[in-house]
């Protein structure tokens, strides 16, 4: 998974608190994806977005999610007044582009707990 | 998207090759087959993909057959370091609509014994 980078790898919070989770997509790739992983579940996508614009955030909840990619700097996937469900592995995942030969390459994700 | 069946689970022996079985008989005609796989506390990561023809890269080939109804990934000669979950997934290639979410369902736990 060299390339893709996400921070922390771990994140602990206390229901109410924010969550901040972070991902610098590989050099040269301007489309970045997040998906989470609840325990014993398959990903599940959240949202994609290019540099600046969210395309399509059709599987993130429309409560306290918020993704952004900034013209500089790495992704931020924002959770607000987190809850335990919230608990989960969050992944990230980079293409160059969406064309069918170019596949989405993924971070080793954040683990997020919530007590 | 077209669904996708795999074992739930496989093993196979240090050095020998593995096969790894996929199914997907509701496949259209523009849908590559993916295939990634999960170590253990890591994100996934790209197998190989293809469309219709067997592929072949420096990880496993990927046979398809010729009603691409199925097909096998195969690992020529396992490690204890493939040990992994491998995901099976067919993409559509159209450039509209929603092709880029990839659709993860449980996969084939292959385990490799020493």
């Known amino acids: 998974n060299a390339g893709v980078m996400q921070n922390p790898r771990h994140l602990v919070r206390r229901r109410g608190q924010e969550a901040r989770l972070r991902c610098s997509p590989m050099k040269g790739h301007s489309h970045v994806y997040w998906y989470r992983q609840l325990p014993e579940e398959g990903l599940k996508f959240m949202v994609y977005?290019?540099?600046?614009?969210?395309?399509?955030e059709s599987g993130m909840p429309k409560e306290r999610f918020s993704a952004e990619f900034p013209k500089e700097g790495p992704s931020i996937l924002r959770i607000q007044q987190v809850v335990r469900g919230d608990s989960a592995a969050y992944f990230c995942?980079?293409?160059?582009?969406?064309?069918?030969?170019?596949?989405?390459?993924f971070g080793d994700g954040t683990r997020l707990s919530i007590l | 998207d077209a669904k996708t069946t795999q074992p739930p689970s496989m093993d196979c022996a240090e050095g020998r090759a593995a096969n790894l079985p996929c199914n997907h008989s509701t496949i259209s005609g523009n849908e590559y087959v993916y295939w990634y796989r999960q170590i253990h506390s890591q994100g996934p990561q790209y197998i190989i993909h293809g469309l219709k023809n067997n592929e072949t890269n420096e990880m496993a080939s990927l046979i398809i057959t010729e009603d691409r109804k199925s097909s096998t990934l195969i690992l020529p000669h396992a490690t204890l370091r493939d040990t992994a979950v491998y995901y099976c997934i067919v993409r559509v290639v159209s450039s509209g609509g929603s092709n880029y979410k990839l659709t993860f369902g449980k996969g084939t736990l292959l385990t490799v014994n020493p």
């Open positions: 977005l290019q540099k600046e614009n969210i395309i399509d």
């Open positions: 995942a980079s293409s160059q582009g969406q064309g069918i030969n170019q596949p989405q390459h």
